[in-house]
């Protein structure tokens, strides 16, 4: 079946740190790759997301590339913020035979001190 | 105004009663989803329905009850609660169900049984 698997948190960052969270996914044919961010107290928000091979998303200065000889959809940022803390979710949405789903990864906590 | 809005955002109650979250979204979108988020941060999803009908069943105890009163709304009714469905509930909508679709998520209601 389809999986996603995150790197483990929690991760704690500097202020203008560079910042790596990866994620790795199994999947039949070509899913859709997406990354969602939770802030606390709130819901899940689309952070970027990529359709096809070697397509980079990309949101508020965060990136992240499809890469499908790897299978790889690491989320990178150049310099964190404060309010970048937050629970970080890789996702794929693959055909299934009841429509498209979305898979999430298990959350990388993201913590960045001032 | 709130895209995906759930109600209630806490609820605390005993083992045993029946209770009920109710999930809207404003924004036009076919398909909803309710999705379990456990206190690892973990999300699984639970069910989804696409123009008021089911799609998507995933293994969840019969207790668990959506209902699609139209293409706007999606509640979930669960009946004889237990500690086990303690944990934070998600309801989200997304355009259609095609695999680039993205979801929009409501706050949460956090279900607490005791």
């Known amino acids: 079946g389809n999986s996603v698997t995150q790197m483990e948190g929690p991760v704690t960052l500097s202020e203008e740190a560079f910042l790596t969270i990866n994620c790795t996914y199994t999947a039949t044919g070509y899913p859709s790759l997406f990354w969602y961010v939770q802030y606390p107290g709130e819901g899940l928000q689309l952070l970027l997301k990529a359709t096809k091979a070697d397509d980079k998303g990309s949101n508020k200065g965060f990136e992240a590339t499809y890469r499908k000889e790897t299978t790889s959809f690491h989320l990178e940022k150049g310099s964190v913020q404060v309010s970048d803390s937050a629970v970080y979710f890789c996702?794929?949405?693959?055909?299934?035979?009841?429509?498209?789903?979305?898979?999430f990864g298990e959350g990388t906590q993201l913590t960045v001190n001032p | 105004d709130t895209a995906v809005s759930q109600t209630p955002k806490y609820l605390v109650t005993q083992m045993g009663n029946d209770k009920s979250i109710k999930c809207e979204q404003n924004?036009?979108?076919?398909?909803m989803y309710w999705y379990k988020q456990d206190s690892k941060k973990f999300l699984k999803i639970m069910f989804s329905?696409?123009?008021?009908?089911?799609?998507i069943n995933e293994t969840v105890p019969n207790r668990f009850s959506p209902k699609s009163p139209d293409k706007a709304h999606l509640n979930l009714h669960i009946n004889s609660l237990e500690l086990g469905d303690s944990a934070v509930y998600f309801c989200?909508?997304?355009?259609?169900?095609?695999?680039?679709?993205?979801?929009?998520f409501g706050n949460g209601t956090r279900l607490t049984v005791t």
């Open positions: 329905y696409n123009n008021k009908e089911l799609i």
């Open positions: 924004l036009g979108h076919d398909t």
């Open positions: 996702a794929l949405s693959a055909k299934e035979t009841s429509g498209s789903r979305l898979t």
């Open positions: 989200a909508s997304s355009y259609d169900r095609a695999l680039d679709s993205p979801l929009h």
